[in-house]
Structure formats: C-alpha cells, structure tokens
T-cell receptor, first 111, second 117 residues
C-alpha cells in the first residue's frame, strides 16, 4: 500500500471545524483513501472513504485534491468525543486485504 | 451496522500461562479476520490474517507457535497467546469485513488488553 504522511498531532477548540490533512503523493489510480479513527482504549472505527470526488457522511467530509496527492478530513464541529487518533490509509481494491496503519494524527479537542 | 465483538475486554494472567481471545462477527459472515497488536503510544501492527477453514497467515516476526489462531466458523476467530510473558502485554484487536464485500469498511472489535505479570 502506498504511504501516507500526516501531522503527529493537532488541536482544536470545541464546536469549531477541524481540517485534518493527509499527503499521499505516491497514490495509484486504484487506491481508495480511507479514514479511520481510534478513540482511547477502543478499536478503530471507520469514518469515511473516497476515490476521486469529495464525500460527505454523518460523521465527516472528505475533500480530495484534484491530483489525488492529498486529502483532508473535515469535522464540521468538533466535540470532546472527537478526540482520537485519526488514520489516513490507502487501500487498493479488490482483495480482502488488511489495513496498514501509519502513526496517524492525534486530535485534541479543548473545551 | 456490522458489529465485531471481542472477548474478554481485559485479562490479567501470570507468566507462563495461556490466554484465549475470541473475535465474533455478530451480524455478518467473515471468511477472513485480521489480528492486530498495539503497544502503548504506538500504532496498530498487523499480526496475522485468519482464514476460515485453513491456516492463518502470519506477518514477519510473529511466532505462529506462540500466537495460535483458529478460525473454525464464519463468525468466530480465536487468538491464543501461549506461554505468555510480560513482553506479550499489549492491546490485541481483531477486525473483519463482511464476506463478498471487498469494498466495504473493516469493522474492528473493541480490543483486549492483556497484562502478563
């Protein structure tokens, strides 16, 4: 799987938007961009994924650069419960393959 | 939505004993499950891929005789840490994807925190 680069940590104020960046300059044409997050002492949970177009769901939005070499996960209004480690992962489909986790971004939310 | 249940959530055992961790897919079938290990302040590291009805595939550096994996049904995989030692203390996490849905997200259990004394 192609490598991704994320900042080690970010901080946000509660109820403000958060933009979590991810660089993936070696992405291939068939790689999907996945975001997962891991709350303290829990297993990771799926957040969102996309291929080329921007994606929205109830948790977040995913903005994908036109050249697909970077993407941004957007939390529209951060809450204290959003404090977690966010992982940006590239995955080529098909194939029932595991996810390979990098170090992710640790998001702190300040009340 | 799809749920993966992991049991126990935490276990403390003495050095030299064995511990079994169960991973169940509650509302879907999974021909493949994945086992990860996470040490404090580190990311998840893939240990092995568990295949229903066949042998597991282990990542480089993971001892297959120490970490026994059994995937006897489409909804259950077990990881047994044999002759556990303090260095095996870690957070073990399983995951699965519904069979036949390669594009769907992976679902993760809530992890098992193993402490070996």
């Amino acid at each position: 799987d192609a490598k991704t680069t994320q900042p080690n940590s970010m901080e946000s104020n509660e109820e403000e938007p958060v933009h979590l960046p991810c660089n993936h300059s070696t992405i291939s044409g068939t790689d999907y961009i996945h975001w997962y997050r891991q709350l303290p002492s829990q297993g990771p949970e799926y957040v969102i994924h996309g291929l080329t177009s921007n994606v929205n769901n109830r948790m977040a939005s995913l903005a994908i650069a036109e050249d697909r070499k970077s993407s941004t996960l957007i939390l529209h209004r951060a809450t204290l419960r959003d404090a977690a480690v966010y992982y940006c992962i590239l995955r080529d489909v098909p194939g029932n393959t595991p996810l390979v986790f990098g170090k992710g971004t640790r998001l702190s939310v300040i009340a | 939505g799809a749920v993966v249940s992991q049991h126990p959530s935490r276990v403390i055992c003495k050095s030299g004993t064995s511990v079994k961790i169960e991973c169940r897919s509650l509302d879907f079938q999974a021909t493949t499950m994945f086992w990860y290990r996470q040490f404090p302040k580190q990311s998840l590291m893939l240990m092995a891929t568990s295949n229903e009805g066949s042998k597991a595939t282990y990542e480089q550096g993971v001892e297959k005789d120490k970490f026994l994996i059994n995937h006897a049904s489409l909804t259950l995989s077990t990881l047994t840490v044999t002759s556990a030692h303090p260095e095996d203390s870690s957070f073990y996490i399983c995951s699965a994807r519904a069979s036949g849905t390669d594009r769907s997200p992976l679902h993760f259990g809530n992890g098992t925190r193993l402490t070996v004394t």
